[in-house]
């Protein structure tokens, strides 16, 4: 069955919010990954010193946290789209002026950093649209020992949500996300991938890959 309009233009504006709507969607998401970030920034497993990038940093609720667990560290948050981050900076507005947070409007398949020089990285539910370019570039940047985090909705509850769609999403299960994460060149041997409870107690996953 085709995809109802309404239902099409909620999929773009959680792909890359804009407009009136995309700050309404910015709300919503911030409140709704609230128990997904502190799943991931625990398993993050931080270091004060840690240079930490956010992908797809969303309005920069969980780059405000770890800016507070980071004393010496540097958070980075990059994201798409430029209302989500006019309200990153407006939430970490301080940090950004003390220069220990800097927000960066860019692409995951083509980030700005250079290879080898960030320790973490933190991706919450923005897997569905970051490619096998995309985790390459994640794997590039990071420092040997590096990790990353990403938390995930199952294919099994995604696929009953109407604002899914091929065009917009990509959709994983366990399987699925730990192939993503080798074809972006991340071994076998340091990737594992586990369900867990979301917000709602939707279905989620937990995937944790070292460099």
């Known amino acids: 069955m085709p995809q109802s309009p309404i239902w099409a233009a909620i999929g773009r504006q959680l792909r890359n919010p804009s407009g009136f709507g995309g700050r309404l969607i910015a709300r919503l998401m911030a409140v709704a990954n609230r128990r997904s970030n502190r799943i991931a920034i625990r398993a993050l497993n931080c270091s004060p010193d840690n240079t930490i990038l956010d992908l ?32 990153a900076l407006s939430h970490n507005r301080h940090t950004v002026r003390q220069r220990r947070v800097h927000l960066v409007r860019g692409r995951i398949d083509a980030m700005p950093w250079r290879d080898n020089t960030i320790d973490k990285i933190l991706a919450v539910h923005v897997v569905y649209f970051a490619s096998e370019a995309g985790m390459r570039e994640a794997r590039r940047v990071l420092r040997p020992g590096g990790r990353i985090v990403i938390v995930a909705t199952d294919r099994s509850a995604m696929a009953r949500w109407k604002f899914t769609h091929s065009s917009t999403h990509e959709l994983f299960d366990a399987r699925g996300l730990a192939d993503l994460l080798v074809r972006g060149g991340f071994a076998t041997s340091e990737i594992s991938v586990t369900p867990l409870k979301l917000a709602f107690g939707v279905l989620g996953l937990l995937a944790i890959a070292s460099k």
């Not at 797809?56 to 981050?85: E, K, N, P, R, W």
């Open 56 to 87: 797809g940093c969303g309005s920069g609720h969980a780059v405000g946290i770890l800016a507070g667990m980071a004393g010496q560290g540097l958070i980075l948050g990059l994201d798409h789209s430029a209302i989500m981050l006019a309200q």
